[in-house]
């Protein structure tokens, strides 16, 4: 199977330490997304990239966080200095080269973070 | 602010009855709409999809939704639902750059045999 994957799929860590997230897209598309998922609630967006080039940022990217795709293939999620209030799943989408929102978002099966 | 509400929290039902789930979105231009569905343990997957053209729009799994311009509402039913239907169901609607999902809180449907 060639779908999205991301790694770690749990990660646990203390308040205050840094954590990084990786995805991995399907390997012919060019969009990458970042979601966040918290209990009870839908996903939530972060980040979007085309190829390299981080598009558009949500406002709840905080400047602790940073998300790269140097290469326009996988991606990468930094959280700097945790805190209780970012514990939730954090998931990513691609999409193929298409008309704007006329594709479909395949997801991966996300890392779910707890910050103790 | 564009925004998706799903009426519905938690919806329980029995083999074989009938399914629908409210969806209703805020954003009045041209919309995208979807609805993705999350299996226990599994991952987001997309149940169907409306661009344009016919509103009635089928999906898989026997799914299907209407989208309504009027009310603003793209509801989704199915006839006889199976304990393997037992899932979270998420409305979400392009944003206006194309660029991001917006979803709503999403339905948990509970399906008994």
């Known amino acids: 199977d060639t779908g999205v994957s991301q790694d770690p799929r749990h990660k646990i860590t203390k308040r205050g330490q840094n954590v990084t997230f990786r995805c991995d897209p399907i390997s012919e598309h060019n969009r990458l997304y970042w979601y966040r998922q918290t209990l009870g609630q839908g996903p939530e967006f972060l980040t979007y990239?085309?190829?390299?080039?981080?598009?558009?940022k949500s406002r709840l990217l905080s400047d602790r966080f940073s998300a790269e795709r140097p290469k326009g293939s996988f991606s990468t999620l930094e959280i700097q200095r945790t805190e209780q209030g970012d514990s939730a799943m954090y998931l990513c989408?691609?999409?193929?080269?298409?008309?704007?929102?006329?594709?479909?978002?395949?997801f991966g099966p996300g890392t779910r973070l707890t910050v103790t | 602010a564009q925004s998706v509400s799903q009426h519905n929290h938690h919806v329980i039902l029995s083999e074989a009855a009938s399914l629908e789930l409210g969806c209703n979105y805020s954003?009045?231009?041209?919309?995208?709409l979807f609805w993705y569905v999350q299996y226990p343990g599994q991952h987001l997957q997309l149940l169907l999809k409306y661009f344009s053209g016919d509103p009635l729009v089928k999906g898989i799994k026997g799914f299907e939704a209407e989208f309504i311009k009027s009310k603003f509402s793209f509801n989704l039913r199915k006839p006889s639902v199976q304990w393997s239907d037992t899932a979270e169901y998420f409305c979400?609607?392009?944003?206006?750059?194309?660029?991001?999902?917006?979803f709503g809180k999403g339905t948990t449907l509970s399906v008994s045999s």
């Open positions: 989408a691609s999409s193929p080269r298409g008309g704007s929102g006329t594709s479909e978002q395949y």
């Open positions: 979400a609607v392009i944003n206006q750059a194309g660029t991001a999902l917006i």
């Open positions: 990239f085309q190829n390299e080039a981080q598009l558009e």
């Open positions: 954003y009045g231009g041209t919309v995208n």
